[in-house]
């Protein structure tokens, strides 16, 4: 059984590890040219969210994800609170559907398929790691409360 001192300087440091992947994630997704396949990158605040989400409780994982959102939100110029929420796929094609294909622009079904589905393709691999970090840390900073 561990001290209050000791489990709440554990949460501490979680939240911070959690905070500190949220901005190297947001580094990597912004960063220009990097990990670039034509026009299609790969998310990863989305992954992020999406593993806090798993791992930690409804609220805090809630909270969380949104955060992630309001950073993607936030660099990627666009509304507040737009990609605050959703999954890879149906974030870029309601995104897709109402900046590119409603109005009218020419170019917009290429658009999905060179861009959208392969962005969506991806951000499989980015998943994979970006759970396996958070997994680790939340098994890091797991706090013994002595019940079995």
């Given at each position: 059984m561990e001290s209050r001192r000791k489990r709440s300087r554990s949460q501490i440091i979680k939240w911070v590890c959690y905070t500190l992947l949220m901005l190297l994630c947001t580094v990597l997704q912004t960063t220009p040219g990097l990990f670039q396949l034509g026009d299609a990158k790969p998310l990863w605040l989305l992954p992020l969210a999406l593993a806090v989400a798993v791992e930690e409780d409804e609220f805090a994982g809630g909270i969380f994800g949104a955060v992630c959102g309001l950073m993607w939100d936030y660099t990627a110029g666009r509304t507040?609170?737009?990609?605050?929420?959703?999954?890879?796929?149906?974030?870029?094609?309601?995104?897709?559907?109402?900046?590119?294909?409603?109005?009218?622009?020419?170019?917009?079904?290429?658009?999905?398929?060179?861009?959208?589905?392969?962005?969506?393709?991806?951000?499989?691999?980015?998943?994979?790691?970006?759970?396996?970090?958070?997994?680790?840390?939340?098994a890091e900073f797991k706090i013994d409360n002595g019940i079995v």
């Amino acid at each position: 059984m561990e001290s209050r001192r000791k489990r709440s300087r554990s949460q501490i440091i979680k939240w911070v590890c959690y905070t500190l992947l949220m901005l190297l994630c947001t580094v990597l997704q912004t960063t220009p040219g990097l990990f670039q396949l034509g026009d299609a990158k790969p998310l990863w605040l989305l992954p992020l969210a999406l593993a806090v989400a798993v791992e930690e409780d409804e609220f805090a994982g809630g909270i969380f994800g949104a955060v992630c959102g309001l950073m993607w939100d936030y660099t990627a110029g666009r509304t507040v609170g737009m990609l605050a929420l959703g999954a890879s796929l149906l974030v870029l094609s309601l995104d897709w559907l109402f900046f590119y294909y409603m109005p009218g622009y020419s170019g917009a079904v290429e658009r999905y398929l060179w861009f959208v589905l392969p962005t969506a393709v991806l951000t499989i691999p980015v998943c994979a790691l970006v759970f396996g970090c958070v997994r680790r840390i939340h098994a890091e900073f797991k706090i013994d409360n002595g019940i079995v």
